[in-house]
């Protein structure tokens, strides 16, 4: 519905022209737009294409679009219906005829692939820089309670005790892996559409290798049809989001609830929770719900572009205009939430005594009573149904371990000895030094590696 109407005799309707338009939303693709089509008069100047007095005139003009559209001067229009529309009518408003000739070897459809392509390396290099500030947030608070004991669980129940550093650099770990997809999805972005044409290549002769260089590409795109119909890039990205998403999710439940009276195992800062409406003791942990609640935001935001995709034919289809506003609010979604996830973990204040007792409740310590009957020589399936037993027993009595005495141990194996007294919580963390355990020892290697990881 674009207000070059050509062979049409009717006027777009009016809602069909509304339903139609982009610009309320690709208006944040001007740098973009203005980026490649400076790039694209230069390049038609220097093959010849345009004269270099022409190209000069286009791109003063375009940068001073760009400074209108900044300073807030140039607004969108009714009748044009995107970004690029109303970047080429005021190109032409202001400096003439020669304006029109800046289209010339471009199609709309290589000129959009090229602006998303340009936004999404910004926004990868932006989420880079936000997982790894997400990072460091971690390794502070692992530092800062290097020696803080928690539970470690399985299925919510409690499990065996670990370092809160271990827990924590687990997380590390998954924006680790995240990092590295993004990283890799960079690599397939990173490829020049332009000067594709509509779909067929362009009947000029061009200089992509000119264009690549100037944009800043490090590949350029080997089949016109594909260059402009593939959002595979943008799928990746949202793909890559998804999985970040996630992992923030996991951790935002961790917190809410381990802020909860129930666990009492952190404080969140002022900064980051919210009161009731109603109740006035309540804090409630809203941020860390809210990157919650999100994360089905940005799947939607995976699944409706999937969707989009699965049934268009070659090459550029209108379709493909939706793939915008669910791509603009994955990655504005996913860094927000990096960035106000990393200052709520910056400030939680972490209560080593609650975590310290609960890690010694529970009989979180028979994993490591069965181990000590193995070293004494029996079979770990029979050592765990000793133990299995004694748990039960000391269920019925109302006894932790550390109540029992050394004749009760003795009831369910002579293995037991004086030395079972000294199974703790300490030992059992020291015992845990496979390479990527939970010992002390290994917690500080891998805290180290983490912080070289960092300076990397």
Same mark, same amino acid.
């Given at each position: 519905?674009?207000?070059?109407?050509?062979?049409?005799?009717?006027?777009?309707?009016?809602?069909?022209?509304?339903?139609?338009? /982009?610009?309320?939303?690709?208006?944040?693709?001007?740098?973009?737009?203005?980026?490649?089509?400076?790039?694209? !008069?230069? =390049?038609?100047?220097?093959?010849?294409?345009?004269?270099?007095?022409?190209?000069?005139?286009?791109?003063?003009?375009?940068?001073?679009?760009?400074?209108?559209?900044?300073?807030?001067?140039?607004?969108?229009? !009714?009748?044009?219906?995107?970004?690029?529309?109303?970047?080429?009518?005021?190109?032409?408003?202001?400096?003439?005829?020669?304006?029109?000739?800046?289209?010339? @070897?471009?199609?709309?459809?290589?000129?959009?692939?090229?602006?998303?392509?340009?936004?999404?390396?910004? *926004?990868?290099?932006?989420?880079?820089?936000?997982?790894?500030?997400?990072?460091?947030?971690?390794?502070?608070?692992?530092?800062?309670? %290097?020696?803080?004991?928690?539970?470690?669980?399985?299925?919510?129940?409690?499990?065996?005790?670990?370092?809160?550093?271990?827990? +924590?650099? *687990?997380?590390?770990?998954?924006?680790?892996?995240?990092?590295?997809? $993004?990283?890799?999805?960079?690599?397939? #972005?990173?490829?020049?559409?332009?000067?594709?044409? &509509?779909?067929?290549?362009? !009947?000029?002769?061009?200089?992509?290798?000119?264009?690549?260089?100037? +944009?800043?590409?490090?590949?350029?795109?080997?089949?016109?049809?594909? &260059?402009?119909?593939?959002?595979?890039?943008?799928?990746?990205?949202?793909?890559?989001?998804?999985?970040?998403?996630?992992? +923030?999710?996991?951790?935002?439940?961790?917190?809410?609830?381990?802020?909860?009276?129930? $666990?009492?195992?952190?404080?969140?800062?002022?900064?980051?929770?919210?009161?009731?409406?109603?109740?006035?003791?309540?804090?409630?942990?809203?941020?860390?719900?809210?990157?919650?609640?999100?994360?089905?935001?940005?799947?939607?935001?995976?699944?409706?572009?999937?969707?989009?995709?699965?049934?268009?034919?070659?090459?550029?289809?209108?379709?493909?205009?939706?793939?915008?506003?669910? $791509?603009?609010?994955?990655?504005? #979604?996913?860094? &927000?939430?990096?960035?106000? $996830? @990393?200052? =709520?973990?910056?400030?939680? %204040?972490?209560?080593?005594?609650?975590?310290?007792?609960?890690?010694?409740?529970?009989?979180?310590? *028979?994993?490591?009573?069965?181990?000590?009957?193995?070293?004494?020589?029996?079979?770990? %399936?029979?050592?765990?149904?000793?133990? *299995?037993?004694?748990?039960?027993? !000391?269920?019925?009595?109302?006894?932790?371990?550390?109540?029992?005495?050394?004749?009760?141990?003795?009831?369910?194996?002579?293995?037991?000895?004086?030395?079972?007294?000294?199974?703790?919580?300490?030992?059992?963390?020291?015992?845990?030094? /496979?390479?990527?355990?939970? /010992?002390?020892?290994?917690?500080?290697? &891998?805290?180290?590696?983490?912080?070289?990881?960092?300076?990397?």
């Amino acid at each position: 519905m674009s207000h070059i109407r050509g062979r049409f005799q009717k006027a777009a309707d009016k809602s069909a022209a509304a339903f139609s338009a /982009s610009v309320s939303f690709d208006w944040r693709l001007y740098p973009h737009d203005i980026a490649g089509s400076i790039a694209h !008069a230069r =390049m038609l100047a220097k093959q010849g294409i345009i004269s270099q007095r022409e190209a000069k005139t286009i791109t003063n003009g375009l940068i001073e679009i760009g400074q209108e559209i900044e300073q807030g001067k140039l607004q969108p229009k !009714a009748g044009l219906e995107d970004i690029h529309m109303t970047i080429e009518a005021r190109l032409i408003e202001k400096v003439g005829e020669v304006g029109g000739k800046l289209h010339t @070897a471009r199609s709309r459809n290589d000129q959009v692939a090229l602006d998303m392509r340009l936004f999404a390396k910004e *926004a990868i290099t932006d989420t880079l820089l936000g997982l790894k500030k997400f990072q460091q947030a971690l390794i502070s608070l692992a530092e800062a309670n %290097r020696k803080v004991i928690i539970p470690g669980y399985t299925h919510l129940q409690r499990a065996q005790p670990v370092l809160l550093a271990h827990h +924590l650099l *687990a997380y590390f770990e998954m924006l680790q892996r995240d990092i590295d997809r $993004f990283i890799d999805c960079l690599e397939r #972005t990173d490829v020049l559409p332009l000067g594709s044409g &509509a779909l067929a290549g362009v !009947a000029y002769d061009t200089d992509r290798e000119f264009l690549a260089q100037e +944009l800043g590409f490090s590949q350029i795109s080997r089949n016109s049809m594909d &260059a402009v119909s593939d959002r595979d890039f943008l799928i990746e990205y949202e793909a890559a989001a998804s999985i970040c998403m996630m992992h +923030l999710s996991r951790l935002a439940e961790e917190m809410i609830l381990w802020s909860s009276a129930e $666990f009492n195992f952190i404080e969140l800062d002022d900064a980051y929770t919210t009161g009731s409406s109603i109740m006035p003791q309540k804090k409630n942990p809203d941020i860390a719900e809210l990157v919650r609640g999100k994360t089905g935001r940005v799947y939607g935001n995976l699944m409706a572009l999937l969707t989009t995709m699965k049934g268009l034919p070659l090459s550029y289809n209108r379709d493909l205009q939706e793939d915008k506003e669910g $791509f603009f609010d994955c990655v504005d #979604t996913l860094l &927000a939430s990096l960035e106000v $996830f @990393a200052g =709520m973990i910056s400030t939680a %204040r972490i209560k080593a005594e609650n975590t310290k007792l609960a890690a010694g409740q529970g009989y979180i310590l *028979a994993t490591d009573l069965a181990d000590y009957l193995v070293k004494k020589g029996e079979a770990f %399936r029979t050592a765990h149904d000793i133990v *299995a037993r004694l748990v039960s027993y !000391a269920i019925e009595k109302g006894k932790n371990f550390s109540d029992l005495k050394l004749t009760e141990y003795k009831k369910f194996s002579p293995l037991f000895g004086d030395d079972v007294l000294s199974v703790t919580v300490e030992s059992s963390l020291a015992a845990r030094s /496979s390479l990527g355990g939970s /010992s002390p020892k290994r917690v500080t290697a &891998a805290l180290a590696k983490a912080k070289k990881t960092m300076s990397l």
